[in-house]
């Protein structure tokens, strides 16, 4: 199997930064360097320095496509494969294919073409990215209905942005290097303004920032740097779920603020040593209030808070820790330093921040829980206790040995034996038992100074004693391993209960599963990993790479196959999570099952929603179609057969016509060939707008220009209609043939639905950047449930007209409204009747 291609990516914050020039120059590098390049498909837009530099690069002929009686052009990936280059130079990333291409996007036929181990050189604007679509049409006003998902971008190999100011490209336009002369007033007055283009640059220049920001930590995870890199400001809060939360977050937020394009993130770790724990309800506010201020919530588990906290910022390359003053007394604090001291001593380069509070002065308001698990630092006191005390104890009761008994020195040594198996645990308790019975024997027992015992009693005693020290020491050790169970157990419902508080809210995003699983579980890389099509279940291809494929990953280099992971959870037949990092407890994988049978219900819900995707066109291409049979068979036969009839009857012979009735049967053909005519048009101006394919040609318009020709097709219905535009309108961003359609449909709808003997008025005026057209009638009007219903196309509300059009005009209408940027409103008209309102840019 031939290795998959390398994909480089040219970002620009709009047309005419450059992308494509310098995608070809660097085509032309390649050449030079004796590399085999290929020009895929490139878009020069007439721009003439761009065309020069296609001279003498081979060029794949595109392949031609014919759809709805269209001719069009597309990639032709089967050639390119085909041809094999070692480079593919391929424009505009997010294209549309025409339907009935190989693939419905460009991105699928380049990603058809990586596999087949082909590198790709592309290009993309940053308005195209789906995370940014809506942004960048707040910005501009101008919807972009052609997206790229963000993922595919980041997948790239390396993603290069081309820069420029908005100076300086509007220089370029300018002077013609962007578009042709007669569009260039009307770019610059709306989309290319100032404003727009500097927010266009910066959305550019952060997405960009976020993609350096992934390459550099899988840098650092592939080559083990732990220490923190200060290449931008992350700021990480802790949170315990105490009531000083919210003040450490809002804290934490303001001093991200400080620094432009900061993180916030918050984490919570989850202490495996204990059952204390937090409050979840308290957790789930200040994640509400992290998420509310832009930040992000994360969850570990750890033994070592400190540690756990220190790991996570490294991990995260994080160079500021914010936390909460202790809220312990004074005398917890003289004999444990605390969290916080603890991590401000082992933080290293990272900045920490103790936020004062008022709940610090309080104290802790919770109940103190016994902590029976075995630290280390119980495990010693045990072993000091065993070694130093049994010598202490054996000092102290020989001064008194005229006047205690044996029975009454083997109680003290017993209850010193329990004190240490309290303390340490089992094996601290057996040497104090053992060296107890030692010291016993040869200081107290008699004869005394050697190890001889000629009383049975004394000898039964002594096997007591140890017998009891084990057993109260097998007890605390029991003890300790169910405690530790118990809070391993409660850690692990905590860590899924934020699984499942993560799906409902409906961030089951397999990479977004991947990166909590590789948190949670302190690992360095998590991969979801298929099998091939094809590819056997055999065993020996556990450790093939070939018959695996990666589907998502986070953190360091990806394990190619489960052979090379450290540790892999079997999803089902062809999927596997693959991790790095170290091996787990049997207690983990158990959680770590759930994360995976989790992600692959994420993988599959995406799959599905992707199939959906596709099939919508389908879908509704079939429903247009349906449509479109139901209304030739119907509402065209009603113009044909008039006009049918007209021309039949002027064609016999046998009837003498007189020159009225004559020029009465050729005005109703005529009339009904006009109907004819508009519908069929309507008919092919919808496909169009469906296929996405109208052409658009906006320019500065006058409406006072547009008006009167609308009002002429209307032919006879003309006379119902009266206007009222203002002196002095400025001008719009328009089509002005398209405009003019509009207008047409407009108000043949509005003048077919009112009274007979009312008028239709139709007035404009400008609302700051705006010009807004008014359609009144005086008809029966739409209830406003309603009003989006109208615009569906094959409709008309009530069906009371069967023979009136095909219930396209108003669908139409904003179609073609919204296509030149702007938008049509239904409203009530003050007294009775529909008002349409056009709302269109000033130039």
Request: glycine share 8%.
């Amino acid at each position: 199997m031939s290795s998959r291609g390398r994909l480089r990516v040219y970002l620009g914050a709009a047309p005419g930064v450059g992308k494509t020039y310098a995608m070809l120059g660097e085509g032309r590098r390649a050449l030079q360097r004796g590399r085999d390049v290929v020009v895929g498909l490139v878009e020069t837009h007439g721009r003439p320095r761009t065309a020069a530099l296609l001279e003498g690069m081979e060029v794949i002929p595109r392949r031609t496509l014919t759809h709805r009686g269209a001719t069009f052009t597309e990639l032709d990936t089967e050639a390119v494969i085909a041809r094999a280059p070692k480079v593919a130079l391929i424009d505009e990333l997010a294209h549309t294919n025409v339907p009935g291409s190989r693939n419905v996007k460009r991105w699928q036929d380049i990603d058809e073409i990586l596999d087949a181990g082909i590198d790709v050189i592309s290009t993309v604007n940053v308005q195209h990215l789906e995370s940014v679509n809506d942004v960048v049409r707040e910005i501009t006003g101008v919807p972009q209905r052609e997206t790229v998902p963000d993922e595919v971008v980041r997948r790239a190999d390396q993603v290069e942005l081309v820069d420029m100011s908005p100076e300086a490209l509007r220089r370029r336009m300018a002077h013609g290097n962007v578009y042709a002369p007669e569009k260039v007033d009307a770019a610059m007055a709306n989309y290319f303004r100032v404003g727009n283009l500097t927010a266009l640059r910066e959305l550019a220049l952060l997405w960009v920032a976020g993609k350096v920001d992934d390459q550099l930590d899988r840098y650092r995870a592939d080559h083990g740097i732990a220490g923190t890199w200060e290449t931008r400001e992350r700021v990480v809060v802790a949170l315990t779920g105490g009531p000083e939360g919210d003040t450490l977050v809002r804290r934490a937020a303001r001093i991200a603020a400080r620094s432009k394009g900061a993180d916030l993130l918050a984490v919570h770790v989850t202490s495996a040593d204990g059952l204390a724990g937090a409050d979840p309800a308290s957790l789930a506010r200040q994640r509400t209030l992290v998420e509310s201020l832009g930040g992000t919530y994360h969850q570990v588990v750890g033994d070592d808070v400190p540690r756990a906290l220190l790991d996570f910022a490294r991990g995260v390359n994080a160079t500021q820790l914010v936390l909460g003053a202790s809220r312990r007394g004074r005398f917890a604090q003289v004999l444990s330093r605390g969290v916080g001291v603890e991590t401000t001593a082992r933080s290293g380069s990272i900045d920490v921040h103790m936020i004062t509070h008022e709940e610090a002065k309080r104290g802790r308001r919770r109940p103190v829980r016994s902590r029976t698990a075995l630290t280390r630092a119980r495990q010693l006191t045990g072993w000091a206790l065993a070694v130093a005390g049994m010598p202490l104890l054996t000092f102290a009761l020989s001064a008194f040995r005229d006047v205690l008994s044996l029975t009454s020195e083997i109680l003290f040594f017993l209850c010193l034996t329990v004190g240490v198996a309290l303390a340490g645990g089992m094996w601290p308790a057996i040497t104090a038992a053992v060296g107890g019975s030692l010291l016993l024997n040869w200081f107290f027992t008699p004869p005394t100074g050697e190890f001889t015992i000629h009383d049975p009693e004394n000898l039964f005693a002594l096997a007591v004693f140890v017998l009891v020290a084990v057993a109260v020491s097998t007890i605390v050790d029991i003890a300790a391993r169910r405690t530790r169970q118990a809070a391993r157990a409660s850690a692990d419902a905590e860590l899924l209960s934020t699984l499942a508080g993560h799906v409902l809210r409906g961030e089951a995003a397999v990479p977004s599963l991947l990166e909590r699983m590789r948190e949670a579980f302190g690992l360095t890389t998590v991969t979801l990993l298929e099998r091939q099509p094809g590819a056997a279940r055999a065993p020996d291809h556990q450790d093939d790479p070939d018959a695996w494929r990666i589907v998502a990953s986070t953190g360091g280099a990806p394990a190619t196959c489960p052979g090379r992971a450290d540790t892999d959870v079997v999803v089902d037949d062809d999927l596997i999570v693959a991790a790095r990092g170290g091996p787990l407890e049997a207690a983990d994988r158990a959680v770590l099952e759930a994360f995976a049978a989790e992600t692959a219900v994420a993988l599959r819900q995406q799959r599905l929603q992707e199939a959906a995707e596709r099939a919508r066109p389908l879908a509704e291409a079939d429903r247009m179609r349906t449509a479109l049979l139901a209304a030739v068979s119907h509402d065209l036969r009603t113009p044909l057969a008039s006009a049918k009839a007209a021309v039949e009857s002027l064609a016999n012979t046998e009837i003498a016509w007189s020159d009225a009735d004559r020029a009465e049967l050729l005005a109703t053909a005529a009339e009904s060939l006009d109907r004819l005519a508009r519908l069929v048009d309507n008919l092919l101006d919808m496909s169009r707008l469906q296929a996405g394919v109208l052409g658009v040609h906006q320019q500065p318009t006058a409406v006072q220009e547009i008006l009167p020709r609308a009002v002429d097709d209307l032919g006879p219905l003309r006379d119902r209609v009266d206007a009222d535009l203002p002196p002095g309108l400025p001008d719009i961003l328009a089509d002005p043939a398209l405009l003019e359609r509009v207008l047409a449909n407009l108000m043949a709808n509005a003048v077919r639905f009112s009274p007979p003997g009312e008028r239709v008025t139709v007035s404009a005026s400008g609302h700051g950047d705006r010009v807004e057209i008014r359609v009144v009638d005086r008809g029966p009007g739409i209830p406003p449930e309603a009003h989006d219903r109208v615009f569906q196309p094959f409709q008309r509300l009530g069906d009371r007209d069967n023979h009136s059009g095909v219930g396209l005009g108003l669908a139409l209408s904003r179609g073609l409204t919204e296509a030149m940027g702007g938008t049509l409103v239904p409203e009530e008209t003050p007294g009775g009747g529909l008002t349409m309102t056009v709302t269109l840019s000033i130039c």
